[in-house]
């Protein structure tokens, strides 16, 4: 079954600190996505990719860094994580840029 | 610049009423509506979806309505149950122009028994 899978699924970190976020899909997707998701403001695009070895900025990326070394696998990096990063965050994959998306089940980060 | 816009933020319904949730969006090019539905500590999943070029759009319970002179549409849900309680989100894209999805901030439902 196709799939988007994240992880960690919850992670704690300290400011300062560097944190990597995992993403994999099965979907044979060539667009990935991270979004997070705090309340009030909906889903916020930080990253994306068309395909590996390509990484795009979204509406929101200062602070984060995006890496895709392969079809399958899409990260977010936070090289200096702050207490304001603390959210839900979420990969997502489509076929197109503008197609339907398939979510991963979140990892919520605490920046303590 | 918010895009996509939805109404309300949060609606209660009795169990059996209908919900309805609305949304708007400012660009003329978007013609692509998908609605997504995400339930507590899960991602959002494609619930139903509409091109402009339809007024209406019907799975089960769900219908969305589409004006698209006034660049509106509103989600249905008749027979609200509990099991609907969820936030919604609407989402806009231009089905092969290249835009990126965007989403609205999403309406929270919840369904009372």
């Known amino acids: 079954e196709a799939a988007v899978t994240q992880s960690p699924r919850n992670k704690v970190a300290v400011t300062g600190g560097k944190v990597t976020l995992s993403c994999n899909q099965t979907?044979?997707?060539?667009?990935m996505y991270w979004y997070r998701q705090d309340t009030g403001h909906g889903l916020r695009l930080i990253h994306y990719?068309?395909?590996?070895?390509?990484?795009e900025k979204g509406d929101i990326p200062d602070g984060y860094k995006a890496s895709r070394p392969s079809q399958e696998n899409f990260s977010l990096i936070l090289e200096l994580a702050t207490p304001s990063q603390t959210s839900v965050y979420f990969c997502?994959?489509?076929?197109?840029?503008?197609?339907?998306?398939?979510f991963g089940s979140g990892t919520r980060l605490l920046v303590i | 610049q918010q895009q996509v816009r939805q109404s309300p933020q949060s609606l209660t319904v009795w169990e059996g009423e209908t919900a309805i949730l609305n949304c708007s969006y400012e660009?003329?090019?978007?013609?692509?509506f998908p609605w997504y539905q995400q339930f507590p500590g899960e991602g959002p999943a494609l619930l139903i979806s509409?091109?402009?070029v339809s007024d209406k759009k019907e799975d089960g319970r769900f219908t969305i309505f589409f004006n698209k002179r006034e660049k509106k549409l509103s989600l249905h849900i008749a027979d609200s149950q509990p099991g609907d309680s969820a936030t919604y989100f609407c989402?806009?894209?231009?089905w092969g122009g290249g835009y990126k999805v965007v989403f609205g901030s999403g309406t929270r439902l919840l369904v009372s028994p």
């Open positions: 660009n003329s090019a978007f013609d692509y």
């Open positions: 989402a806009a894209s231009a």
């Open positions: 979907n044979n997707h060539n667009n």
């Open positions: 990719s068309y395909g590996a070895g390509s990484t």
């Open positions: 997502a994959s489509g076929e197109q840029a503008n197609s339907d998306y398939t």
């Open positions: 509409i091109l402009s």
